[in-house]
């Protein structure tokens, strides 16, 4: 497991090295292309990840354009919440944007650590709530604030990857079009 992995697991409360120990070995790598598919759509997310390396956006796809939910670059955990907690089918797709290098725990072994470790029980607890936290902030985001305001916040919380996504996508996310970014772009 890499030193980045560990650091992030320890942000979210302390862990007793055999604790640790049995995280470690219930992590998986796993490698993807850019553009392959992490999750697809109608699949169930069984799966929290953590990315090494690359970066990832978790998406619907509408009848006509694509909403982007998040992006997860380097140093970051994400999941399907909804289809990983109640397992059941999502309707959100998960895909690498650059060639990414992802640890993954299966919920199985996330349950079996948990009843076994206290301490593995508030880290799980603790990466689960701050999942549904900035959820709730994305949803309260998209209803309360205006394209311009949303684009600000973008560039300052998402500034390491702005050079790293199209266009296209930096629009999906905002809830716009690739014109109105421009025109915000040039109110500078």
Same mark, same amino acid.
């Given at each position: 497991?890499?030193?980045?992995? #560990?650091?992030? *697991?320890?942000?979210?409360? @302390?862990?007793?090295? &055999?604790? $640790? /120990?049995?995280? =470690? ?55 399907? #919440?909804?289809? *990983?907690?109640?397992?059941? @089918?999502?309707?959100? &797709?998960? $895909? /690498?944007?650059? =060639? ?70 930096? /629009? ?17």
């Amino acid at each position: 497991m890499s030193a980045n992995l #560990l650091s992030a *697991f320890r942000q979210f409360g @302390p862990v007793t090295p &055999e604790a $640790m /120990a049995e995280l =470690e070995q219930s992590c998986v790598e796993r490698r993807y292309q850019k553009g392959n598919w992490v999750i697809r759509q109608g699949k169930i997310c069984h799966h929290i990840y953590f990315v090494q390396l690359g970066l990832l956006k978790l998406f619907s796809q509408g009848l006509q354009q694509q909403f982007i939910m998040r992006f997860a670059p380097e140093n970051s955990f994400i999941t399907i #919440l909804d289809s *990983f907690w109640d397992e059941k @089918p999502t309707k959100y &797709e998960l $895909m /690498a944007l650059e =060639e990414t290098t992802l640890f993954s725990i299966d919920k199985k072994a996330m349950d079996r650590l948990c009843s076994q470790h206290h301490c593995l029980d508030r880290l799980f607890r603790n990466i689960i709530a701050l999942a549904s936290v900035n959820m709730m902030n994305r949803i309260n985001e998209m209803l309360e604030d205006d394209a311009t305001v949303r684009y600000h916040n973008f560039l300052k919380q998402q500034a390491v990857i702005i050079q790293r996504i199209k266009l296209g996508d930096l /629009a999906a996310y905002l809830g716009v079009t690739q014109t109105t970014i421009s025109r915000i772009r040039a109110k500078k």
